[in-house]
């Protein structure tokens, strides 16, 4: 029952009005007569007075004036967020690209986790608050994309950011110039190459430049789509056109081979995402389809871990002849490219296939501190030769993807970043030493708990992995450790009497050695592998050090001078101590074209914005694949 107070003022207030009746009619008719009474000059002012207020009304409404601008109604709620995240700016986390304080911010919250101080809900929690109010403001998906000078398809508010961060970077015109002398001469280097595969070995896997012959490995291409991307990038317009002209008119899938799960996954899968991402043209999203799809039965396994190989005609999958294990490394590395697939295509069967093996994996026995061994078996699921532990051969691109695929998806996926982070404290407490007698810092090997100073060049990601991380906010120490493993990869190949590195160096550790890198006989050949150079251009995108565009200049030019070859194409080579005679392997690798020169090339450019780190993640063979838009 209301209170009696109310309903006197209730009644009274009615009653000043005439006496209170529910009749609709009655209202209308007294209101009608009050009106009447009024003069003129009253009615004008009411009038008046009415539409002044109703002109105020419609100015004051967030939706007209949305509309007004041509913005819909989810903008307007976006640009109501973007005003609370200016507010509130000074407490929320910035995106990378525009932190400049990343490496202590991130230092602080990581390094807490790290010594178990922070839960890692609680830190991630916050960045990803702040990731919501960052893609808030990018408006809907549906925002339309543009196309930049090099006919990228790029999102529109990327085109402005690119264009001021463009004039910003310039530079002085001297090292402008030579800044562009050097990817002239990368750009030369590729024709070289490409005109050795379009002589002798067009539409087939590998050039054999010796030889003037080509090998083939799954019979499709791989060396033209590995390059792809790599073409757009240089600007090789006429060399992109005839390479598109082949996978538009010859490449088909619809063979009777076995292919390597990994290998085309990385290679083709990740060539075909990224060239079309680059260009927008669907014949690279159509192709990049179907090799995905005639890729899935390698999942048909009863640990669901996934076979090595795949008969892309048939249908069908195996292990190798000799035993059911998968390589670690190999069934942990192709996820960036299957996520992207099934967000172009809307089909989650080939994100969810390559989330369920890094779930097992994530949950699995048989890891050193966050190490892992490398070998899975594809019946049980479990690691298989345990106690071996190695960031080379079979091992090494599992970490790599654990850091990668967490920031493609936005950062949210923790068990990712915690593997990545007990991982890289793994390998500073089991796999860190220093050399003599430069005291240079390398990664060796743990084998049943015996250390062995053996790295792989495989191994020479890391430096770069680790800088992305720091990039991305993880603990400034990754940086520390990524500086000095570079320097080590370097010497591994200033210290060759060719300027060129082996497949794998021995660190000597005792006193009164006059070398650090030692190599046995059989690992002196030199693959024309890209790893180095990929950590030479992340350490010189993110901390403009000259020193690390030198390194590379003087490798580019070893690279020119040993293996070379004079009809065309560039060769591996057996022997890295032997100037004088080399001993060529007769073979370039498809990643010589897909990552060893674009990684030059990128390493050479002052444009940062030359496939951003904030906006691209570079799968393992170099294909760089976006960053997802935090609602995915
Ligand atoms: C490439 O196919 C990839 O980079 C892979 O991760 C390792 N091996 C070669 C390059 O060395």
Same mark, same amino acid.
């Given at each position: 029952?209301? *209170?009696?107070?109310?309903?006197?003022?209730?009644?009274?207030?009615?009653?000043?009005?005439?006496?209170?009746?529910?009749?609709?009619?009655?209202?209308?008719?007294?209101?009608?007569?009050?009106?009447?009474?009024?003069?003129?000059?009253?009615?004008?002012?009411?009038?008046?007075?009415?539409?002044?207020?109703? !002109?105020?009304?419609?100015?004051? $409404? *967030?939706?007209?004036?949305?509309?007004?601008?041509?913005?819909?109604?989810?903008?307007?709620?976006?640009?109501?967020?973007?005003?609370?995240?200016?507010?509130?700016?000074?407490?929320? *986390?910035?995106?990378?690209?525009?932190?400049?304080?990343?490496?202590?911010?991130?230092?602080?919250?990581?390094?807490?986790?790290?010594?178990?101080?922070?839960? #890692?809900?609680? #830190?991630?929690?916050?960045?990803?608050?702040?990731?919501?109010?960052?893609?808030? %403001?990018?408006?809907?998906?549906?925002?339309?994309?543009?196309?930049?000078?090099?006919?990228?398809?790029?999102?529109?508010?990327?085109?402005? %950011?690119?264009?001021?961060?463009?004039?910003?970077?310039?530079?002085? *015109?001297?090292?402008?110039?030579?800044?562009?002398?050097?990817?002239?001469?990368?750009?030369?280097?590729?024709?070289?190459?490409?005109?050795?595969?379009?002589?002798?070995?067009?539409?087939? @896997?590998?050039?054999?430049?010796?030889?003037?012959?080509?090998?083939?490995?799954?019979?499709?291409?791989?060396?033209?789509? @590995?390059?792809?991307?790599?073409?757009?990038?240089?600007?090789?317009?006429?060399?992109?056109?005839?390479?598109?002209?082949?996978?538009?008119?010859?490449?088909?899938?619809?063979?009777? !081979?076995?292919?390597?799960?990994?290998?085309?996954?990385?290679?083709?899968?990740?060539?075909?995402?990224?060239?079309?991402?680059?260009?927008?043209?669907?014949?690279?999203?159509?192709?990049?389809?179907?090799?995905?799809?005639?890729?899935?039965?390698?999942? $048909?396994?009863?640990?669901?871990?996934?076979?090595?190989?795949?008969?892309?005609?048939?249908?069908?999958?195996?292990?190798?002849?000799?035993? $059911?294990?998968?390589? !670690?490394?190999?069934?942990?590395?192709?996820?960036?490219?299957?996520?992207?697939?099934?967000?172009?295509?809307?089909?989650?069967?080939?994100? +969810?296939?390559?989330?369920?093996?890094?779930?097992?994996?994530?949950?699995?026995?048989?890891?050193?501190?966050?190490?892992?061994?490398?070998?899975?078996?594809?019946?049980?699921?479990?690691?298989?030769?345990?106690?071996?532990?190695?960031?080379?051969?079979?091992?090494?691109?599992?970490?790599?993807?654990?850091?990668?695929?967490?920031?493609?998806?936005?950062?949210?996926?923790?068990?990712?970043?915690?593997?990545?982070?007990?991982? !890289?404290?793994?390998?500073?407490?089991?796999?860190?030493?220093?050399?003599?007698?430069?005291?240079?810092?390398?990664?060796?090997?743990?084998?049943?708990?015996?250390?062995?100073?053996?790295?792989?060049?495989? #191994?020479?990601?890391?430096?770069?992995?680790?800088?992305?991380?720091?990039?991305?906010?993880?603990?400034? @120490?990754?940086?520390?450790?990524?500086?000095?493993?570079?320097?080590?990869?370097?010497?591994?190949?200033?210290?060759?009497?060719?300027? +060129?590195?082996?497949?794998?160096?021995?660190?000597?550790?005792?006193?009164?050695?006059?070398?650090?890198?030692?190599?046995?006989?059989?690992?002196?050949?030199?693959?024309?592998?890209?790893?180095?150079?990929?950590?030479?251009?992340?350490?010189?995108?993110?901390?403009?050090?000259?020193?690390?565009?030198?390194?590379?200049?003087?490798?580019?030019?070893?690279?020119?001078?040993?293996?070379?070859?004079?009809?065309?194409?560039?060769?591996?080579?057996?022997?890295?101590?032997?100037?004088?005679?080399?001993?060529?392997?007769?073979?370039?690798?498809?990643?010589?074209?897909?990552?060893?020169?674009?990684?030059?090339?990128?390493?050479?450019?002052?444009?940062?914005? +030359?496939?951003?780190?904030?906006?691209? #993640?570079?799968?393992?063979?170099?294909?760089?694949?976006?960053?997802?838009?935090?609602?995915?």
């Amino acid at each position: 029952m209301l *209170p009696s107070t109310r309903k006197d003022f209730v009644s009274l207030t009615l009653s000043e009005s005439g006496s209170y009746s529910n009749s609709k009619q009655w209202r209308r008719q007294s209101c009608w007569r009050k009106w009447k009474q009024l003069s003129r000059l009253q009615r004008s002012l009411i009038l008046l007075t009415l539409m002044l207020l109703l !002109v105020c009304g419609i100015a004051t $409404s *967030p939706t007209l004036i949305g509309h007004w601008r041509g913005m819909n109604g989810d903008d307007v709620k976006n640009s109501f967020v973007v005003d609370l995240k200016n507010e509130y700016r000074s407490i929320l *986390p910035e995106p990378p690209s525009e932190r400049k304080d990343f490496d202590r911010r991130g230092a602080f919250g990581l390094e807490k986790l790290l010594q178990g101080k922070v839960n #890692v809900s609680g #830190v991630l929690g916050d960045q990803n608050h702040g990731l919501d109010l960052k893609n808030a %403001d990018k408006g809907s998906e549906g925002q339309k994309p543009i196309i930049s000078w090099r006919g990228a398809v790029i999102e529109e508010e990327q085109a402005s %950011d690119t264009d001021t961060k463009d004039t910003e970077n310039q530079g002085d *015109p001297a090292s402008l110039a030579l800044a562009e002398s050097r990817l002239e001469a990368v750009r030369e280097a590729f024709r070289h190459a490409w005109k050795g595969y379009k002589d002798f070995a067009w539409g087939h @896997d590998e050039l054999k430049p010796i030889s003037k012959s080509y090998g083939e490995w799954f019979g499709l291409g791989l060396t033209l789509i @590995d390059a792809l991307d790599t073409m757009w990038i240089l600007g090789l317009q006429e060399e992109f056109a005839e390479a598109r002209e082949w996978v538009a008119k010859e490449l088909s899938f619809d063979k009777n !081979v076995d292919v390597n799960l990994f290998e085309s996954t990385i290679r083709i899968l990740g060539g075909l995402l990224s060239t079309y991402h680059l260009t927008g043209d669907n014949l690279f999203l159509d192709k990049a389809k179907e090799i995905g799809f005639r890729l899935m039965p390698a999942f $048909s396994t009863p640990s669901k871990i996934p076979y090595s190989d795949v008969n892309i005609g048939k249908g069908t999958a195996h292990p190798p002849r000799w035993t $059911s294990d998968s390589t !670690v490394a190999e069934v942990t590395s192709i996820q960036l490219e299957f996520r992207e697939l099934s967000r172009l295509t809307g089909d989650p069967k080939y994100k +969810l296939a390559v989330m369920e093996v890094m779930k097992q994996v994530h949950k699995l026995d048989g890891k050193q501190d966050g190490l892992v061994p490398m070998f899975i078996n594809t019946n049980n699921g479990l690691f298989t030769h345990q106690g071996i532990y190695t960031l080379g051969a079979r091992a090494d691109s599992y970490y790599e993807y654990l850091l990668k695929q967490w920031i493609q998806g936005g950062r949210i996926e923790q068990e990712l970043l915690e593997d990545y982070l007990q991982a !890289v404290e793994g390998v500073k407490k089991n796999l860190l030493k220093k050399s003599t007698p430069l005291g240079l810092t390398f990664v060796g090997e743990l084998s049943h708990g015996h250390f062995s100073p053996k790295m792989d060049h495989l #191994v020479c990601f890391l430096p770069g992995t680790l800088a992305l991380g720091v990039h991305y906010g993880l603990p400034a @120490d990754h940086m520390e450790l990524a500086k000095q493993l570079i320097e080590t990869c370097y010497q591994m190949y200033a210290q060759m009497e060719t300027g +060129l590195s082996p497949e794998i160096a021995h660190f000597n550790m005792h006193d009164g050695s006059t070398q650090d890198v030692d190599v046995k006989i059989a690992d002196r050949h030199n693959l024309l592998r890209p790893e180095t150079v990929e950590s030479l251009f992340y350490l010189y995108r993110l901390t403009r050090d000259k020193r690390y565009q030198q390194w590379g200049w003087e490798i580019l030019q070893n690279f020119n001078k040993y293996t070379r070859v004079p009809t065309g194409g560039y060769t591996s080579i057996n022997n890295v101590r032997d100037p004088s005679y080399t001993s060529p392997r007769d073979k370039m690798e498809s990643f010589f074209l897909g990552e060893t020169l674009k990684y030059f090339y990128l390493l050479f450019s002052e444009d940062p914005n +030359l496939i951003s780190l904030d906006k691209y #993640v570079f799968n393992t063979e170099a294909h760089p694949l976006p960053v997802w838009p935090q609602a995915e």
